[in-house]
């Protein structure tokens, strides 16, 4: 009985001491154990939210992709792996191979696979290969609008023109969480992401069938007048909404890497250009605000030629007399320079600057402020220059707001592209508004020179641009291109360039076309007038806008 | 002694209805995982479908398949009429 006791006792303690080990000595080793079996680590991959354009339609999305990796340690026959790997990859098996012999122990194979890929190597049953879902973006209209879009790294981080401007918004970061999971490893319930803030969706002015239309007038119009590059905008002139933006050659930033990096550039906002004769309306602009020429008051231009200190400014034909009007109309360098010198340079330069040269658009993608140097180093020769468009650099972005104050009745107005933000999570919405700018020129001034305007297009050099049955109003340009490296322009490489507004009437839109060293001709209205014609009789169809007393019908008695 | 067995009895009760509580919890708790991670592969197959319908109804889509499978073309010059010319 007394032996019986004491081993209960022995027992009794025995238990007291493995309690007393286990709970007290061990109890942090066996805690540890028991959430490695209850939770879960998971990571919730980076999401980024959409950019669609001003309707709807979807231009960027991420989805989720399978990406292959292996565990080197695990795979056996190495040799064998990299062989089957290679013939559903399409890559060179000693590739593979050298991963697999790392001394890692984690290498990819290949992220963002194809699901038929992600299939084939499943089916091949490879100890030590596997894949992971990583999100991966797609863009569905290919090359469309992409300089302005931009791209995203292999790791879902923006890299150029929106998803880079936007990629705080745009971009929601991985996140590693701690979840319950049961006994067969299932897990239970997934509990709430945390509130990162993103993502967010950008919905933008633009207008897919609008860029489309730019796109494909633009790029037929390179192609013709054999120009290395192209460029054009599309604004509306009451709003300021961008509702295209264009810069040829583009690129698929599907797989951008495929293309040279000069590709990738907005030149609508990045690119320089000397604006040369669709300069001018400015000028004749601000010389009828200020009263220093009439639209009818005549200046005498030379005979062709007009020296002014060391420089001989010279018109493409030997003008005698001309109108202001004319001045416009038949983009006479010689004019233009005359009511410069008249202007005075302190206050053409402040006319300038309040048309938006020489400063940030603040459109919100990275963009040039343009070189508008001020008054008080100007000469002679400089504001002559300037009064037909040579010696300052803009963007094509500045030009279109420029001349959007022409077309809105005299008001500078702020572009902008993204016209809305909404958060994913739970709809919340950030949406820009039109900024009113400040006024530059009076309604009456933009009237006569609209009037003014539509002669070039009806008359004079940007016949090329007119459209049957709309009124059309626009400004030619051909500027010369300063050469570095001889230190002066050159006489082979121009810019050749044409603004239009569309209708002239109740403006819908300034379009801006620019041809960088087109070959065939060097002239904007022989050039980049007949692109802004092709833009315009699409857009016109698109929009539904009414003609103007006339009515085209096809051969076989169907309307246009 | 009918005090101690109705004590007995209350606890047993108590600890049955909390038994049948954390059962339904954690049915719910599936029945949550579940509907989250279907609405996850809706959400994915939505992505899907909206890239489908933008690659689909892309203008250079349209006017390729156009042209490609119904013959259409733009008009020519000589096909083309105005009438009714008043200024």
């Known amino acids: 009985m007394i032996l019986m006791g004491v081993g209960v006792l022995a027992l009794l303690c025995l238990f007291e001491v493995r309690a007393f080990y286990l709970q007290t000595l061990s109890r942090d080793r066996f805690l540890q154990r028991a959430k490695r079996q209850y939770y879960a680590r998971v990571v919730i991959p980076s999401k980024r939210g959409r950019i669609m354009d001003r309707e709807g339609r979807v231009m960027a999305v991420s989805l989720l992709v399978p990406s292959l990796y292996a565990v080197p340690f695990e795979v056996t026959d190495k040799g064998r792996a990299a062989r089957l790997l290679s013939e559903?990859?399409?890559?060179?098996?000693?590739?593979?191979?050298?991963?697999?012999?790392?001394?890692?122990?984690?290498?990819?194979?290949?992220?963002?696979?194809?699901?038929?890929?992600?299939?084939?190597?499943?089916?091949?049953?490879?100890?030590?290969?596997?894949?992971?879902?990583?999100?991966?973006?797609?863009?569905?209209?290919?090359?469309?609008?992409?300089?302005?879009?931009?791209?995203?790294?292999?790791?879902?981080?923006?890299?150029?023109?929106?998803?880079?401007?936007?990629?705080?918004?745009?971009?929601?970061?991985?996140?590693?969480?701690?979840?319950?999971?049961?006994?067969?490893?299932?897990?239970?319930?997934?509990?709430?992401?945390?509130?990162?803030?993103?993502?967010?969706?950008?919905?933008?002015?633009?207008?897919?069938?609008?860029?489309?239309i730019l796109e494909k007038e633009l790029e037929r119009g390179m192609i013709e007048a054999q120009a290395k590059r192209a460029v054009g905008v599309i604004i509306d002139p009451f709003t300021g909404e961008i509702l295209a933006m264009a810069s040829l050659p583009s690129f698929n930033p599907n797989c951008f890497s495929q293309y040279p990096p000069e590709r990738w550039k907005n030149l609508c906002t990045m690119g320089l250009f000397e604006p040369g004769s669709v300069l001018k309306p400015f000028l004749i602009g601000a010389?009828?605000?200020?009263?220093?020429?009439?639209?009818?008051?005549?200046?005498?231009?030379?005979?062709?030629?007009?020296?002014?200190?060391?420089?001989?400014?010279?018109?493409?034909?030997?003008?005698?007399?001309?109108?202001?009007?004319?001045?416009?109309?038949?983009?006479?360098?010689?004019?233009?320079?005359?009511?410069?010198?008249?202007?005075?340079?302190?206050?053409?330069?402040?006319?300038?600057?309040?048309?938006?040269?020489?400063?940030?658009?603040?459109?919100?993608?990275?963009?040039?402020?343009?070189?508008?140097?001020?008054?008080?180093?100007?000469?002679?020769?400089?504001?002559?220059?300037l009064g037909f468009g040579q010696g300052m650099v803009c963007t094509p972005l500045q030009l279109a707001v420029a001349y959007s104050v022409i077309a809105n009745g005299g008001?500078?107005?702020?572009?902008?592209?993204?016209?809305?933000?909404?958060?994913?999570?739970?709809?919340?919405?950030?949406?820009?508004?039109?900024?009113?700018?400040?006024?530059?020129?009076?309604?009456?001034?933009?009237?006569?020179?609209?009037?003014?305007?539509?002669?070039?297009?009806?008359?004079?050099?940007?016949?090329?641009?007119?459209?049957?049955?709309?009124?059309?109003?626009?400004?030619?340009?051909?500027?010369?291109?300063?050469?570095?490296?001889?230190?002066?322009?050159?006489?082979?490489?121009?810019?050749?360039?044409?603004?239009?507004?569309?209708?002239?009437?109740?403006?819908?839109?300034?379009?801006?076309?620019?041809?960088?060293?087109?070959?065939?001709?060097?002239?904007?209205?022989?050039?980049?007038?007949?692109?802004?014609?092709?833009?315009a009789r699409e857009l016109v169809q698109y929009w539904g806008l009414p003609r103007r007393g006339k009515m085209t019908l096809l051969a076989d008695g169907r309307s246009l | 002694m009918r005090a101690v067995l109705f004590g007995l009895l209350l606890i047993l009760s108590g600890l049955l209805l909390l038994t049948v509580v954390r059962i339904k919890a954690l049915h719910l708790k599936y029945e949550i995982s579940g509907l989250q991670q279907e609405k996850g592969e809706l959400m994915r197959r939505k992505k899907e479908l909206e890239l489908e319908l933008a690659l689909l109804t892309s203008p250079a889509e349209i006017e390729r398949r156009a042209k490609a499978e119904l013959g259409m073309r733009y008009p020519r010059a000589h096909e083309v009429i105005v009438i009714g010319v008043e200024r």
């Open chain 1, 88 to 212: 559903v990859l399409q890559v060179s098996p000693s590739a593979i191979e050298g991963k697999l012999s790392s001394n890692r122990h984690f290498v990819w194979i290949k992220r963002h696979a194809s699901p038929q890929e992600f299939e084939k190597v499943r089916e091949l049953g490879i100890r030590g290969i596997d894949a992971v879902k990583e999100p991966k973006r797609f863009y569905p209209y290919r090359e469309l609008a992409s300089p302005l879009l931009g791209f995203v790294g292999v790791d879902h981080q923006g890299l150029e023109g929106l998803e880079r401007a936007y990629d705080k918004w745009l971009r929601a970061p991985a996140v590693e969480m701690v979840m319950e999971r049961d006994a067969l490893g299932r897990l239970i319930s997934l509990p709430l992401e945390p509130d990162t803030g993103g993502p967010w969706d950008l919905r933008l002015t633009l207008d897919v069938r609008v860029q489309y």
């Open chain 1, 287 to 385: 010389a009828l605000q200020e009263g220093i020429v009439g639209r009818n008051d005549v200046l005498f231009c030379e005979g062709g030629r007009y020296h002014v200190g060391p420089v001989t400014v010279r018109d493409v034909k030997a003008y005698e007399w001309l109108t202001v009007e004319e001045i416009l109309q038949f983009s006479s360098n010689i004019g233009a320079a005359k009511v410069a010198r008249a202007m005075g340079a302190y206050r053409y330069y402040r006319y300038l600057r309040a048309f938006g040269f020489g400063r940030a658009t603040g459109v919100g993608v990275p963009e040039e402020e343009g070189i508008l140097r001020p008054p008080r180093n100007w000469t002679l020769v400089d504001l002559v220059t």
């Open chain 1, 411 to 535: 008001v500078r107005v702020n572009p902008y592209v993204v016209k809305e933000m909404v958060r994913v999570r739970d709809g919340k919405r950030r949406a820009s508004f039109p900024q009113p700018g400040q006024r530059v020129l009076s309604r009456e001034t933009c009237r006569v020179l609209m009037e003014m305007l539509e002669r070039v297009v009806a008359e004079g050099t940007g016949k090329k641009a007119s459209l049957e049955g709309y009124p059309v109003a626009g400004k030619t340009g051909t500027s010369q291109k300063y050469d570095p490296e001889e230190g002066r322009y050159s006489r082979e490489r121009f810019v050749a360039s044409f603004v239009g507004i569309l209708p002239s009437r109740r403006p819908r839109a300034v379009v801006v076309i620019m041809l960088d060293e087109p070959k065939r001709s060097i002239y904007g209205g022989e050039v980049a007038a007949p692109i802004f014609k092709g833009i």
